[in-house]
């Protein structure tokens, strides 16, 4: 499968702390995405990193892409309550197909 | 508030039912999608479509008919549905420059269709 497998599958953390989440991918991609989804909602489009790319930062979010070992990274810095949602990574393979990882769910305690 | 919008957002139907779930962009967007989403899963792609065309059906049983009246339209028709399509209903757009060229760009979302069906 090109989907990204995502670890952990759960995490809980305390607000202020960090979160990591990482993928794992199968094939060659155009670029690797991150979105979010809040419980009962579409999702949002967090980042987007080529392939010629190793690391990229919006805000609190920091992604790292490894195309040698098909990996890539999450990191939400100073994490917040409102971050608590599902976190998907989404390889974009060359065919254009955005194929959606299994998910990290992510709980941030007040 | 998303700017894709889907309506309605629930639905409950029988499995002899006819019903239509409605997605609408005015971001000038023309690459639509639909995706289907059981619960603690990931979105599964459906249909693609460019420039009005259909353009990757990911074979998807005929009970699904996908349509796209204009730029800013894409219908899903659903007609005798088992209940193991029961799920969650996301539309999607993204920018194409043009009908040939494959353009990875990030996908908007809508908040979705909640289909239950009896």
């Known amino acids: 499968s090109q989907q990204g497998e995502e670890d952990p599958q759960a995490l809980s953390i305390q607000e202020g702390e960090n979160a990591t989440m990482n993928c794992s991918y199968k094939?060659?991609?155009?670029?690797l995405q991150w979105y979010r989804q809040n419980s009962g909602r579409g999702l949002v489009h967090l980042i987007l990193?080529?392939?010629?790319?190793r690391e990229k930062h919006s805000g609190r979010l920091r992604v790292t892409l490894d195309t040698s070992k098909k990996s890539s990274s999450l990191l939400i810095t100073a994490s917040r309550a409102a971050d608590t949602a599902s976190y998907f990574c989404a390889p974009h393979n060359q065919g254009g197909k955005l194929i959606f990882g299994q998910g990290t769910e992510l709980s941030v305690k007040p | 508030d998303t700017e894709v919008t889907q309506t309605p957002k629930h639905l409950v139907m029988g499995m002899t039912n006819k019903k239509s779930l409605k997605c609408e962009q005015h971001m000038g967007h023309r690459a639509m999608y639909w995706y289907k989403q059981k619960a603690k899963k990931p979105p599964e792609l459906m249909f693609v479509y460019s420039y009005e065309k259909l353009s990757i059906n990911e074979s998807v049983p005929s009970r699904f008919s996908p349509e796209c009246p204009n730029s800013s339209l894409l219908n899903l028709h659903l007609h005798a549905l088992q209940p193991e399509d029961s799920a969650l209903y996301l539309c999607a757009s993204s920018h194409k420059i043009s009908d040939r060229v494959i353009l990875f760009q990030p996908q908007h979302f809508g908040d979705g269709t909640r289909l239950s069906i009896l």
């Open positions: 990193i080529r392939s010629n790319e």
């Open positions: 094939t060659s991609i155009n670029n």
